[in-house]
C-alpha cells in the first residue's frame, strides 16, 4: 500500500489531454505510478471550444488514469495555455514608515498587493505576480530585502493575466465531467519547474516548449521567472508545410515529421527544391524534408527572440536555452536553435531523477510532472515567486483511503 502522498495532474494539449499520478514520500521523492492519454477533443487554443466534447475527453482520460494507477479521481489540477495569457511588468513603491526601520515579510506582501494593483483588462485576472527585483531607499538590485532598515521599499514584478472567460470554461469542463478543478499553473511556469535545474533557475536560462499551434517560453533568473511569452507558430505548423510541399495528407506529413524529421540542411545532402514548385508530387528526401522545415523552425526561434527583445539580457543568460516540447524532437532542432539565439543549448523532456519516469510513453509529460512538482508540498514551499492556485487536489486510493474532514493530506484508513 501506497504510502506517500498522491498528486493527480493533467495536461490539456493541443491534440493530446494527458494525464499523470506521482506520489511523494515524505523526504519529497517523487515517483510516477499511473499515467494515461487521451486525443483532445473539442479543446483549441487552451480554450474548450466544444464543451461537450471537450467534458466527454476529460471523462475518458480519468478513467483511463483511473484503471492504469487503480485509484479513484475525485479532482485534478491543470494546466492554462493559450494566447489569451498577457505578460506585463509592474512596478509598485510602498513608504515604509515616518523613519527608517527593518522591512518585514508584510511589507514585501503589501508591495506585491500594490503591484497588482495596476490596470488590467477588465476581462482578465492575474494568474502569476513574482518579485524580479526590489530597491531599498533607492538601492536597486536587492534580492531579498526583508531585515534591511530603509524608509522607501519598491519593487517589480513580473504578471502574468489570462481570460477569465477561457478560466471559466475550463473549470466548466472539468465540473461538467464530473470531477473537481482543483488548481491551475502556466504550462510554461509548469514544464520550467520540471526541467530547470536550480543552477539554471539561478544562472539564468529561457525554457523554449515548442508546442501544437503555439510556442511558448519563459526566462529565469536569479531563482525566479522574469519574462514570458508565446509566439503562434508550433509543431502543427512544422506538419502543414510539409503536407503543403510534398503532396501529402497531413496525418501522413506528421508521421514524417516524427520518424524522418530534420530541420538543417547542413546534417543531410543538399537538394534543388525546384521540385516544391512543380505540379507533380516531389519524391521525399531528407534534403528535401530539411529545405522545408528549416524556414519554419528558424521563424520560430526568431520570433522567440523577437518576442524577448532584450538582446543584452538574452545574452547574458549564462546557463542558456533549455528546448523541449513535442515540435523540437526533429533532428538538428537544437543546433538551429543554438544559430538563431547564439546561445547553448540542451533538450530535456523528463527531470533525470524522476523515478519511473522509463514507464511513461513517449510524449510530452514534463507539463504534468510540473504541476506536481509545484504543487507536492505546502503553497508556502513552491518556488519563490510563483503565485498560489486557486486550490489543492486530493486522489484517494479505491477503499484505501479517505478523505479527511476539513481538506488536507490524505490519511489511510486502519
Known amino acids: 500500500m501506497s504510502e506517500g502522498r498522491l498528486i493527480v495532474a493533467c495536461d490539456f494539449g493541443t ?26 477533443q473539442g479543446f ?46 509592474a512596478t509598485a513603491g510602498l513608504p515604509i514608515g515616518p523613519g527608517p526601520r527593518p522591512i518585514r515579510h508584510a511589507d514585501l506582501d503589501e508591495a506585491r498587493t500594490r503591484a497588482s494593483a495596476m490596470a488590467i483588462p477588465f476581462d482578465h485576472q492575474i494568474l502569476s505576480v513574482t518579485p524580479v527585483e526590489y530597491a531599498v531607499d533607492r538601492v536597486r538590485g536587492v534580492i531579498d530585502p526583508v531585515g534591511r532598515v530603509g524608509s522607501q521599499l519598491e519593487i517589480q514584478a513580473h504578471l502574468i493575466t489570462g481570460s477569465r472567460s477561457v478560466l471559466h470554461n475550463i473549470e466548466n469542463a472539468i465540473t461538467t465531467a464530473k470531477y473537481k478543478p482543483l488548481g491551475e499553473e502556466i504550462d510554461v511556469l509548469a514544464a520550467a519547474a520540471a526541467l530547470l535545474d536550480a543552477r539554471e533557475r539561478q544562472e539564468g536560462a529561457m525554457l523554449i516548449d515548442v508546442g501544437g499551434l503555439c510556442t511558448n517560453w519563459a526566462v529565469h533568473r536569479k531563482g525566479s521567472i522574469v519574462a514570458s511569452g508565446s509566439v503562434p507558430l508550433g509543431g502543427w505548423h512544422l506538419t502543414g508545410d510539409l503536407a503543403h510541399g510534398l503532396r501529402i495528407p497531413r496525418e501522413q506529413a506528421e ?3 516524427r ?28 534534403g528535401l524534408v530539411a529545405a522545408i522545415l528549416e524556414p519554419r523552425m528558424e521563424e520560430i526561434f526568431t ?41 547553448p543549448v540542451r533538450r530535456a523532456y523528463l527531470p533525470e531523477s524522476l523515478a ?50 476539513e481538506g488536507g493530506e490524505l490519511s489511510a484508513e486502519a
Not at 479505491?398 to 478523505?403: D, Q, S
Request: hydrophobic fraction near 40%; proline fraction near 4%.
Open 303 to 343: 520570433c522567440v527572440k523577437n518576442d524577448f527583445g532584450d538582446a543584452r539580457e538574452l545574452a547574458a543568460l549564462k546557463a542558456g536555452v533549455v528546448l523541449t516540447g513535442g515540435g523540437s524532437r526533429c533532428r538538428g532542432t537544437r543546433a538551429l536553435c543554438e544559430e538563431v539565439l547564439d546561445l
Open 255 to 257: 508521421d514524417v515529421k
Open 44 to 89: 483549441r487554443d487552451g480554450d474548450f471550444a466544444d464543451l461537450g466534447a471537450g467534458s466527454a475527453a476529460i471523462a475518458r482520460l480519468m478513467v483511463r488514469l483511473e484503471e492504469a494507477a487503480d485509484i479513484y479521481v475525485s479532482g485534478f489540477a491543470y494546466n492554462i495555455s493559450g494566447s489569451h495569457l498577457r505578460s506585463v511588468r
Open 356 to 405: 519511473g519516469r522509463a514507464s511513461l510513453p513517449d510524449g510530452q509529460w514534463a507539463t504534468a510532472l510540473g504541476l506536481g512538482f509545484l504543487y507536492a508540498g505546502c503553497e508556502d514551499e513552491r518556488p519563490r515567486g510563483a503565485a498560489p492556485g486557486r486550490g489543492g487536489w486530493l486522489a484517494r486510493l479505491r477503499g484505501r483511503w479517505r478523505r479527511p474532514a
Open 15 to 40: 491534440t493530446t489531454f494527458r494525464a499523470l499520478v506521482t506520489e511523494v514520500d515524505h523526504e519529497g521523492s517523487f515517483r510516477v505510478i499511473g499515467h494515461a492519454e487521451e486525443p483532445a
Open 259 to 286: 520518424t524522418r524529421g530534420v530541420v538543417l540542411r547542413s546534417l543531410v545532402d543538399q537538394v534543388p527544391i525546384d521540385v516544391l514548385f512543380e505540379e507533380r508530387r516531389p519524391t521525399e528526401t531528407p
